[in-house]
């Protein structure tokens, strides 16, 4: 595995993504099972957050402590189905800024359009997630970074559920600067630019839609 790549191999990450690529799981079940290994995906998105030590009293002594540095957290969601991502990270780092990407995939040349663009004013001085659930071409995550690295972040961490070998390879010719932490690398895209074995459509899985 590369520094560009983080797999996260870890069981309970891997028995939750199981029940997700089922097709009988329920939307309901579906989306509470995003939430939950959104937050496991999140520990290892974070895990170079930077700290500061600040002194506390234990009921035992006085410590030296870590802490966050400030709220130096953005959230960026590539909408739709980012926003399954969104909530869990939220849990744990409620202080995050959020902004929002809206993208969606040209049916025919599988590239992106853009439709919406809210983004914190002052990315320059965060990390950034960024959060899709599926890296399949790769397309509209590297477009989406296009946009956030415009608006000033330098610092980016892109976290999905599923990534495509192609998309990981098109987000390293891209952003090479760019860290993936996803829970699984797939086999391939198949013609209709799905990942294999894949969970089907994301979005549509996530709210219900066909
Ligand atoms: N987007 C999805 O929702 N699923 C895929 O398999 C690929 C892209």
Same mark, same amino acid.
């Given at each position: 595995?590369?520094?560009?790549?983080? /797999?996260?191999?870890?069981?309970?990450?891997?028995?939750?993504?199981?029940?997700? #690529?089922?097709?009988?799981? !329920?939307?309901?079940?579906? @989306?509470?099972?995003?939430?939950? /290994? =959104?937050?496991?995906?999140?520990?290892?998105?974070?895990?170079?957050?930077?700290?500061?030590?600040?002194?506390?009293?234990?009921?035992?002594?006085?410590?030296?402590?870590?802490?966050?540095?400030?709220?130096?957290? +953005?959230?960026? !969601?590539?909408?739709? %189905?980012? $926003?399954?991502?969104?909530?869990?990270?939220?849990?744990?780092?409620? %202080?995050?800024?959020?902004?929002?990407?809206?993208?969606? @995939?040209?049916?025919?040349?599988?590239?992106?359009?853009?439709?919406?663009?809210?983004?914190?004013?002052?990315?320059?001085?965060?990390?950034?997630?960024?959060?899709?659930?599926?890296?399949?071409?790769?397309? !509209? =995550?590297?477009?989406?970074?296009?946009?956030?690295?415009?608006?000033?972040?330098?610092?980016?961490?892109?976290?999905?559920?599923?990534?495509?070998?192609?998309?990981?390879?098109?987000?390293?010719?891209?952003?090479?600067?760019? #860290? /993936?932490?996803?829970?699984?690398?797939?086999?391939?895209? $198949?013609?209709?630019?799905?990942?294999?074995?894949?969970?089907?459509? +994301?979005?549509?899985?996530?709210?219900?839609?066909?």
């Amino acid at each position: 595995m590369s520094d560009h790549l983080t /797999i996260v191999t870890h069981p309970l990450v891997q028995h939750k993504l199981s029940i997700m #690529r089922d097709k009988e799981t !329920s939307t309901s079940k579906f @989306r509470q099972l995003l939430r939950e /290994i =959104s937050m496991l995906l999140a520990y290892e998105a974070t895990r170079e957050l930077p700290t500061h030590n600040v002194k506390i009293q234990t009921p035992i002594c006085e410590m030296d402590a870590p802490k966050l540095e400030g709220r130096k957290l +953005a959230l960026v !969601s590539i909408l739709r %189905a980012g $926003n399954g991502l969104l909530d869990g990270i939220l849990e744990l780092i409620p %202080a995050a800024r959020v902004g929002f990407v809206g993208l969606y @995939r040209d049916p025919e040349t599988l590239q992106p359009v853009e439709y919406y663009n809210k983004l914190p004013s002052d990315l320059q001085d965060r990390w950034t997630v960024v959060v899709d659930p599926m890296l399949a071409t790769g397309n !509209s =995550s590297a477009a989406a970074i296009d946009l956030i690295k415009q608006a000033g972040a330098t610092n980016i961490v892109f976290m999905c559920l599923l990534a495509a070998p192609e998309g990981v390879q098109r987000m390293k010719e891209a952003h090479p600067d760019v #860290r /993936i932490v996803t829970a699984a690398l797939d086999d391939h895209l $198949n013609d209709h630019g799905y990942i294999v074995p894949g969970l089907g459509d +994301a979005g549509d899985r996530m709210f219900g839609t066909k």
